[in-house]
């Protein structure tokens, strides 16, 4: 990104601030972080910028970059409209996804949760789940730091529902407590008989499968470790389900020494990897 973009994309925080009441998070919110392997928030984004980011996505979508930085993308117009559209790094293209994604609340729940001095965004995911009810839109079983080989450490996800996200818009579901089972590397993010995968997954002795459906309003934000298992079914609403997942780390994560990956190579820049608190 250029040095123009990059000053472009910055948001006033001072100003973001004084305009944007905080949400106090309750005093159980760590314990239940860490008992369950994630924890819901209540609406922390602000509807306005919810408002912008929904337009916002459906640019990105059609190949509008507002800042001339595109994604990468796994979708593109002309593909199965059915299939769940994952574009990663939205927010390099859109000044708003760049506000939404280096939004301070985000950041300030999440220290709160992980008992954290710094959280950093180095990766994101524009999510949007067609109406319609095809299995094409399913998200499958997964752990996420399956596909996190070149960071070690703190890492979790902030996943902010842009749509109403209902039971029967295809919402997330968490299993409680698979974030103590470890890495098992097993399931895959695109794929969609998800009671196929539940047979091939090996849950550890003692521990149950237990589903836990994350119905969340605009706005509100779902953060998950990196080894809690999740997965969505169909959209059988007549409305897209849309959402970011924002991948983040603490201090205590770092890259894996000798790895090249394009996420470990920009996380000196803040142009791509904001901070969103830092005591």
């Known amino acids: 990104m250029s040095e123009d973009r990059m000053s472009d994309s910055r948001i006033d925080e001072d100003q973001m601030t004084i305009s ?20 819901l928030s209540t609406p922390i984004i602000p ?29 593109n117009p002309g593909d199965d409209p059915k299939r769940i559209r994952k574009i990663d790094q939205a927010h390099l293209s859109n000044r708003a996804i760049y506000e939404l994604a280096s939004h301070p609340e985000i950041g300030r729940w999440a220290a709160e949760l992980l008992g954290a001095k710094r959280v950093q965004l180095w990766a994101s995911q524009m999510l949007f789940k067609p109406a319609g009810g095809e299995v094409a839109g399913n998200v499958g079983w997964h752990q996420d730091k399956q596909y996190w080989r070149y960071l070690d450490g703190e890492l979790f996800t902030a996943w902010v529902a842009v749509s109403n996200v209902t039971a029967e818009s295809g919402p997330m579901r968490f299993l409680r407590g698979s974030h103590r089972w470890g890495l098992l590397d097993s399931g895959d993010f695109f794929g969609h ?4 995968q539940q047979q091939e997954i090996p849950v550890p002795e003692g521990e149950d499968w237990e589903e836990v459906e994350v119905v969340l309003p605009p706005g509100a934000v779902s ?25 983040m780390r603490t201090e205590k994560a770092r890259p894996v020494e000798g790895r090249e990956d394009y996420y470990v190579q920009h996380l ?11 005591e």
């Open 20 to 39: 944007i009441p905080k949400v106090s998070i309750p005093p159980s919110a760590r314990e239940h972080y860490r008992r369950d392997g994630f924890f």
């Open 47 to 75: 509807a306005d910028l919810i408002e912008r980011v929904t337009t916002a996505m459906d640019a990105v979508m059609d190949g509008t970059y507002e800042t001339g930085e595109p994604p990468r993308r796994s979708w």
């Open 193 to 196: 008989d998800h009671e196929a």
């Open 223 to 247: 953060f998950h470790d990196r080894h809690t298992y999740h997965a969505s079914g169909p959209n059988v609403s007549d409305a897209p389900r849309r959402s970011f997942a924002f991948h």
């Open 268 to 278: 000196d820049d803040p142009a791509y990897c904001p901070v969103l608190y830092e």
